[in-house]
């Protein structure tokens, strides 16, 4: 799922509220609906879950459930579509749930076992390239036992599979609405979720309403929410400005930031909350490709990008370098790249290139997207231009896409470079390391490295107590900074630009950092 200083519990994900309705709507609790607007540059780039691997979980941790989920101060997986769920044995391979009775979809039909066991199923059947498959490599099958019950056999111990179940990747969904094998792409969608999706506009907006017949953990606070996607973070702020929207999540640009912290235009009913998490921003080359595939020329780019310079010049304190792919706050994390490579160095480039026989400039072609990670990516990858350009070892050439034709792109190899942001699915080391490797990489391309998917990953999950396996995560990070197929940059903080008179805003953000638009209200008038 693609999207900070030190991770904590979800708790400490500060508040976020909305802009002033004039008195119009009262407190949570009263009998006058709740209707909010929230703006985003994160459109969700499917409604299927068996094919969501990115910022599309946003819209679907409202619309559906999961067995378990992650509820506001949780650092573990708890129940949701479950009533409860626990491993059977002593060696992490057996986990076994028992729904909540009395659940059913959007479209009446029953929430199951046999519904359950469909939609983990699909997934895998489906197998769609770089979506959520890659997280179930540890699941040999699914087995239920009556209405209720469901038992998930695993093929080797997996301690973080619970954490997995927890992902809306893992999203129930109606067998009659959803085909065994293949994408929904109607527009719409069945789920038993907190809200019901009553419309969807691509590129424009999802209208959430309370869904009547829901069952779960979230204890709604509003009727409605409806979330507005735009393609560049300026006219969401606008649009906040001037009341269009009530508040705003994901994609504020450096400049944004800083200009709303100095209140700049002096509006003061509009307020900054800085949130802490993990999410990163990283490059990934191409074997395939004559440049990218010599790992002379990814040593040499490590030797030369300055992270330093990255961060003061485009996000100007927003975010902080990165040198690892685990980030800080993040159990197991190292400096490993700084560690091997140290400060930006020309001559030390200059030399890696000349020892394996690069006597010319190396021309390279870097891609980004433009509307996935906010406005700051393009001037972040002219940054990296001028910094690799500066030095005399580099010609680069710079291009982009929308995400969805971004994503078709790199899925399918085309790109020698690119540009990627992870949001964590899971606040676990694991999360950091297990989706790169593996002949299901989410960067589209296998990255085959049998030290760490046979020996390192399976020692982990066999230990449940998560706070003992960073001997492995460090050797892991360590086997990455020698291949330099992935080069981490920066991990940055979420910040939500609104006004004052919203609550529940502290508790709005899960652990993987998505947002529960349930738990926001409008205050009463004053």
Not at 163 to 180: C, R
Not at 266 to 273: G, H, I, R, T
Not at 307 to 327: C, F, H, I, N, W
Not at 397 to 415: A, D, I, R, V
Request: glycine share 8%; with cysteine; proline share 6%.
């Amino acid at each position: 799922m693609f999207y900070r200083a030190s991770l904590q519990a979800a708790a400490a994900f500060a508040s976020l509220s909305l802009l002033a309705g004039c008195g119009l709507l009262s407190d949570s609790g009263s009998d006058v609906q709740q209707k909010l607007v929230v703006g985003t540059t994160s459109e969700p780039s499917t409604l299927d879950p068996a094919a969501a691997w990115d910022g599309s979980w946003e819209l679907m941790r409202n619309v559906f459930q999961t067995l378990v989920s992650f509820p506001t101060g949780s650092t573990s997986p708890e129940p949701d579509a479950a009533d409860h769920c626990k491993f059977t044995d002593n060696t992490s391979t057996a986990y076994r749930c028992t729904l909540r009775e009395g659940l059913k979809f959007s479209n009446g039909d029953k929430l199951d076992a046999e519904a359950v066991k469909y939609s983990i199923d699909r997934i895998r059947a489906i197998a769609v390239k770089g979506g959520p498959n890659g997280m179930l490599g540890s699941l040999d099958r699914v087995e239920t036992k009556g209405d209720y019950e469901v038992i998930f056999h695993l093929s080797k111990p997996d301690a973080t599979f619970p954490f997995v179940l927890a992902t809306p990747a893992m999203s129930l969904v109606a067998p009659s609405d959803y085909s065994e094998h293949k994408i929904r792409d109607d527009g719409k969608v069945t789920g038993s979720g907190p809200y019901l999706l009553d419309e969807y506009k691509p590129g424009d907006r999802s209208k959430l309403v309370r869904n009547p017949d829901y069952k779960g953990f979230a204890d709604r606070k509003n009727d409605a929410v409806t979330i507005r996607y735009f393609k560049e973070s300026g006219a969401m702020v606008k649009a906040l400005k001037e009341n269009e929207i009530d508040a705003t999540y994901r994609g504020l640009s450096a400049e944004e930031v800083v200009s709303l912290e100095d209140n700049e235009d002096k509006k003061s009913d509009l307020q900054l909350v800085e949130t802490v998490g993990a999410d990163i921003r990283f490059l990934v080359f191409n074997p395939k490709d004559p440049a990218a595939g010599n790992p002379a020329v990814r040593r040499a780019i490590a030797q030369l990008v300055d992270r330093d310079a990255l961060v003061a010049k485009v996000y100007q304190g927003t975010a902080e370098p990165l040198y690892s792919m685990v980030p800080k706050g993040i159990a197991g994390h190292t400096t490993s790249f700084f560690d091997t490579f140290g400060d930006p160095n020309k001559q030390k480039a200059r030399k890696i290139l000349t020892d394996a026989g690069i006597t010319e400039p190396v021309a390279m072609t870097f891609w980004f997207t433009t509307d996935r990670y906010g406005s700051s990516t393009a001037p972040e990858f002219a940054e990296l231009k001028r910094q690799l350009e500066s030095s005399g070892l580099f010609r680069i050439t710079l291009k982009s896409q929308p995400w969805k034709k971004f994503q078709e792109g790199f899925t399918k190899g085309e790109y020698p470079v690119f540009g990627r942001g992870w949001f964590p699915d899971f606040p676990d080391p694991d999360n950091f390391i297990a989706p790169f490797v593996g002949k299901d990489s989410v960067t589209g391309m296998p990255y085959a490295k049998d030290e760490i998917t046979k020996q390192l990953l399976p020692q982990t999950r066999k230990q449940s107590n998560r706070g003992a396996v960073s001997q492995q995560f460090e050797r892991a990070q360590k086997i990455l900074v020698d291949d330099v197929r992935l080069l981490p940059l920066w991990q940055g903080k979420l910040y939500v630009a609104a006004g004052e008179d919203i609550g529940g805003g502290e508790r709005a953000l899960d652990p993987q950092t998505v947002m529960q638009m349930w738990e926001l209200y409008r205050k009463a008038s004053w």
